[in-house]
C-alpha cells in the first residue's frame, strides 16, 4: 500500500512548506503510522509520497504526473489519500491524485474528507471519498473506515449503498432488493406523509442541466428551416438501422416534393406508439406539406431540402445529448438557421 | 359487498390420468385439457408443459402469467366477459391455488416476450421463477394475425384458470380471506381514520397494448369507481401482448394486487379504504390533463380522500399522467405517495429517472432501474418456442441482459422487491 498525504501531514512544515514538490519516502509517516497499525499483518504501507498542496494546485498539470511515476515505482496494490478532513486544496489534490491512479493502475483508491470539502463534489463521482469530520480529531476513526473500505475493494467484495460503507453516494443509481414489497412501502410512505411522520423518498427530483435556447430568428423571410424529429419516420426498409428503441443513431433524407405519396418511401419504426396514422401519411409528422406551401407563398425562407430524424422512445439522456451535437453540428455546416422540432 | 377468497397452496404439479388435487399436489390430464383449448381454431396445436422451481429451465416468449381460480358459488365465474355468464363480480366465494402459475407464451411477428429463468443466476429477480408452472405453448394457425391469437391465447389461460381452479371444489383450503367492501361517500359515516384511496392507471392504447374490463377494452373509458372484489374476481385483465415486459402488469399480480390487498388489510385499522379509481392513461396530451382532472375530481369532491396511492403502467410518457394526477391531488388537498420505474442507462447514470417531474412529487417509491442488466445462466431446456427476438442466438445461452426482459422481475403495482437505491 502507498499512502499519499500533504506536506503538514508530512511532517515538512506548515503553510510555508505548501510548494514542496513531491517527493517519496519509504515506510509509513505520521497519519501513516496509524494506517499501519490498522493495516495489521494483512498489508505493508511500503511508501509515503508527499507533496505541497500549493505545488499541487499552481503545477497541477506537472504534479500530477510526478506523483503518478512516484507511486506507480512501489508497484502498490492499494492507495490511501489523506484524509483530507476540510482542507480544500488537500481534499482536490487527493481526489485527483485516486482518480488518475485508479485510471492508469487500475488499483483500488480510496480517500476521506468531510462534506464541505470542495474534493467531494469534484471527485465524488469517479472515487470513493469516505466521509470524514471537518477536522483531523477524527483521524483514527477515519483511516480505520478507509482502510476496511479499501480492503474490501480489494477483495472484491460487492460494495453496499452509500449508508452502510461511509463514503459519498457516487450519483448512481443500482438496484438492490428491498425488504418489502414496493406495494407495502408505497401504502407505509403515505400513512407517514398523512400522519406528519418523518419518510424518505426513494427517487429524487432530479437536478436538471439548464439549457439556454437560442435567440429567435430575426428575419424569418430570409432563414433557411429545417425539421427534425425524434418520431422515427425513415425510408422503407430503415437502412440506417435506426432503432425503435434506445436508439444510437440518426439519419438524414430528402424530404419529398408536394404532391409525391411520402407513404410509399417512408414508414414509422417508433415503439413508443401506435404509429399507423403516420404511415398512412408521413406529412402528419413532417409538415413537409404545409412548409413547402409556406415556402410558396414566402411566408419562410427556405425549406431545407433534407431532414433529420432520429427515435425518441427511451432514448438514454447521454444518446440524446450526443446526438442533439451532432445534429446541431451538421444543421450549422448546412447553413440551417431555424429549426423545427417535431416531438411525439 | 362482501367476497370470500379462499387460498390453495400447491406443492407439486404433475401429469396424471386425471385433472385432480391430492395432498397439495395438482395433477393434470394433459390430453384433456389440450382438447379443451384446441376447440379454438386459432390455434393449430398446443404444447402443454410443467416446470418446477430450480429447474435449469429457461421460459421465453413470455406474454403473461395467470393463477388458477374459481366461483364456487351459484352461476357467476371469475373473468367476467370471457368465462361465464355476463354477470357483476365480486361477492361470494372464489378459491384461489396459489404457488402455481399458468404461463401464455407465443411467439409471432407483433407479439414481444419476456423470459422466465426457473434456475442459475437468473432465477432471483421474478417470482414466478418460484412457483410451479403450467406453461401452454400454442402453435397459431396459419391464417391468423396477431390480434386474433392474443385474444385467443388469453382465453386460453383463462379457460386453462378456471379448469384448474375446479380441483379446489369441496376441498378445505389453508386460509380464508374476507374482502368486505362498502364506498363510503358520506363523510359523516367515516370511520374517524385517513380516508384513502388508489389511482390505478392502466393502460389501453391500442390492440395488442390494451387492458381488459369486464371483457372491454378499457381505451375509452372515462375514469371508472371499482371495487377491491371485482379485481380478485379478475374483472380487470391484462391484454398486453405487444408491449415490454418490464412496462405491462401481468394479470397475476392484477388478481392478487398488492396494493390493493395492502389497503384492504389496513382497513379500519389505520386508514379507512374508501375507494379505487380505474384510469386510462391517453395518448394524448390534452386527454392525459382532461383524465387527470376527472381522476382528481372523483378523489376530492366524490371519495373526500384525505391521500391517495398512484401507480402507472407503461414508460415514459406515462410519467405525464402519474405526475398531472399527484400534483392536481396535492394542490387540491390530497397527500399523494407514487410507485414509478427509474429508465437510466444501464450504468444507472443519468440525471433524468422520470420522463416529467413535479415538485409536488415528494414520495416516490423506486420499482428500479428497468435498464440495469443481470446476468442469466446457461440452461438445459427451454420452453415456449425454440427462438426470442430479444436475445437471439441460442435462447438457452448465458447471456447479459437488461432486468425489464425478466417477466415479473419489474412491476409498477408493487409486487416486486427490487428498486433503485443511490450508490
Known amino acids: 500500500m502507498v499512502h499519499y498525504i500533504n506536506q503538514f501531514f508530512g511532517q515538512i512544515g506548515g503553510e510555508e512548506k505548501a510548494d514542496t514538490s513531491p517527493f517519496i519516502k519509504k515506510g509509513p509517516i505520521g497519519p501513516g503510522v496509524i494506517l499501519q497499525e490498522k493495516l495489521r499483518d494483512r498489508g505493508e504501507v511500503v511508501a509515503t509520497v508527499i507533496c505541497g498542496d500549493d505545488y499541487f494546485s499552481n503545477y497541477s498539470g506537472e504534479a500530477i504526473e510526478e506523483l503518478l511515476h512516484l507511486i506507480k515505482s512501489e508497484n502498490p496494490e492499494i492507495l490511501i489519500s489523506g484524509p483530507a478532513f476540510n482542507a480544500g486544496r488537500y481534499g482536490i489534490a487527493c481526489g485527483e491524485v485516486c482518480r488518475r491512479t485508479s485510471k492508469e493502475l487500475g488499483i483500488p483508491c480510496v480517500t476521506g474528507m468531510c462534506g464541505e470539502n470542495p474534493g467531494v463534489e469534484m471527485y465524488r463521482k469517479s472515487v470513493y471519498i469516505i466521509e470524514t469530520p471537518g477536522s483531523a480529531i477524527g483521524m483514527k476513526n477515519s483511516l480505520s473506515r478507509m482502510i476496511e473500505f479499501a480492503i474490501n475493494l480489494f477483495e472484491r467484495k460487492p460494495i453496499g449503498p452509500p449508508e452502510e460503507g461511509g463514503y459519498f453516494p457516487r450519483g448512481i443509481r443500482k438496484n438492490i432488493f428491498s425488504e418489502k414489497l414496493a406495494s407495502e412501502r408505497v401504502v407505509d410512505m403515505l400513512m407517514a406523509k398523512l400522519s406528519g411522520s418523518p419518510f424518505v423518498t426513494e427517487v429524487f427530483n432530479p437536478i436538471g442541466t439548464e439549457i439556454e435556447p437560442a435567440s429567435p430568428l430575426e428575419e424569418i423571410l430570409n432563414a433557411k428551416i429545417a425539421l427534425v424529429t425524434e418520431g422515427g419516420l425513415v425510408p422503407k426498409g430503415n437502412p440506417d438501422r435506426i432503432e425503435g428503441a434506445r436508439c444510437t443513431r440518426f439519419g438524414r433524407y430528402p424530404i419529398w416534393a408536394k404532391g409525391n405519396l411520402p407513404a410509399e418511401e417512408f414508414e414509422c419504426i417508433h415503439r413508443g406508439f401506435d404509429s399507423s396514422s403516420i404511415n398512412e401519411d408521413p406529412n402528419r409528422l413532417l409538415p413537409i406539406d404545409v412548409l413547402t406551401d409556406m415556402e410558396e407563398k414566402t411566408q419562410i425562407g427556405k425549406l431545407f431540402s433534407f431532414f433529420y430524424s432520429t427515435c425518441g422512445c427511451g432514448m438514454y439522456i447521454g444518446e440524446a445529448r450526443r446526438i442533439g451535437r451532432e445534429i446541431a453540428e451538421s444543421l450549422k455546416r448546412d447553413g440551417v438557421q431555424g429549426v423545427i422540432l417535431v416531438a411525439t | ?423
Open chain 2, 1 to 423: 359487498m362482501e367476497l370470500q377468497l379462499s387460498y390453495y397452496h400447491i406443492t407439486d404439479i404433475r401429469f396424471g390420468d386425471e385433472t385432480i388435487m391430492k395432498d397439495g399436489v395438482l395433477f393434470l390430464n394433459k390430453e384433456e385439457l389440450k382438447s379443451y383449448l384446441l376447440g379454438d381454431p386459432s390455434f393449430s396445436d398446443i404444447e402443454i408443459e410443467i416446470t418446477h422451481p430450480g429447474e435449469m429451465t429457461r421460459i421465453i416468449n413470455v406474454l403473461d402469467i395467470v393463477d388458477p381460480r374459481k366461483k364456487v358459488n351459484g352461476d357467476h365465474e371469475v373473468f367476467p366477459g370471457w368465462m361465464g355468464e355476463f354477470s357483476a363480480v365480486g361477492s361470494g366465494k372464489t378459491n384461489v391455488l396459489t404457488n402455481v402459475s399458468i404461463i401464455e407464451t407465443g411467439s409471432m411477428d407483433g407479439l414481444m416476450g419476456g423470459i422466465i429463468d426457473m434456475g442459475g443466476l437468473g432465477r432471483v429477480y421474478s417470482p414466478y421463477s418460484r412457483t410451479h408452472n403450467v406453461v401452454l405453448v400454442p402453435t397459431p394457425s396459419k391464417e391468423v394475425n396477431a390480434i386474433q391469437f392474443a385474444k385467443s391465447l388469453k382465453m386460453a389461460a383463462l379457460k386453462a384458470s378456471v379448469y384448474l381452479g375446479k380441483t379446489t371444489v369441496n376441498l378445505p383450503p389453508e386460509q380464508m380471506v374476507s374482502i368486505d367492501f362498502t364506498s363510503r361517500f358520506d363523510k359523516d359515516k367515516q370511520l374517524g381514520l385517513p380516508r384513502v384511496g388508489y389511482v390505478w392507471h392502466v393502460l389501453s392504447h391500442y390492440r395488442l397494448r390494451e387492458i381488459y374490463y369486464y371483457g372491454a377494452n378499457s381505451n375509452s373509458f372515462y375514469p371508472l369507481l371499482i371495487t377491491p372484489n371485482e379485481i380478485f374476481d379478475g374483472a380487470v385483465v391484462s391484454g398486453h401482448y405487444d408491449h415490454s415486459p418490464g412496462l405491462k402488469n401481468y394479470t397475476h399480480s392484477i388478481l392478487n394486487h398488492p396494493i390493493v390487498m395492502e389497503l384492504c388489510r389496513r382497513h379500519g385499522k389505520e386508514l379507512d379504504f374508501v375507494g379505487i379509481i380505474l384510469a386510462n392513461e391517453p395518448s394524448e396530451t390534452e386527454g392525459k390533463k382532461w383524465n387527470a382532472l376527472m381522476n382528481v375530481r372523483i378523489a376530492k369532491s366524490i371519495l373526500h380522500l384525505d391521500g391517495v396511492v398512484i401507480t402507472k403502467e407503461g414508460g415514459g410518457h406515462t410519467d405525464f399522467d402519474l405526475m398531472e394526477v399527484c400534483k392536481q391531488c396535492e394542490r387540491s388537498g390530497i397527500k399523494t405517495a407514487l410507485i414509478d420505474i427509474e429508465m437510466l442507462d444501464q450504468d444507472g447514470e443519468g440525471d433524468y429517472p422520470l420522463i416529467v417531474f413535479e415538485k409536488e412529487a415528494d414520495a416516490i417509491v423506486s420499482a428500479g432501474n428497468i435498464e440495469e442488466r443481470v446476468s442469466v445462466s446457461k440452461m438445459e431446456k427451454v420452453m415456449g418456442g425454440m427462438r426470442m427476438k430479444e436475445i437471439g442466438g441460442d435462447p438457452k445461452s448465458e447471456n447479459n441482459i437488461p432486468i425489464w426482459l425478466v417477466s415479473g422481475a419489474i412491476n409498477e403495482i408493487g409486487m416486486s422487491k427490487i428498486r433503485g437505491n443511490l450508490f
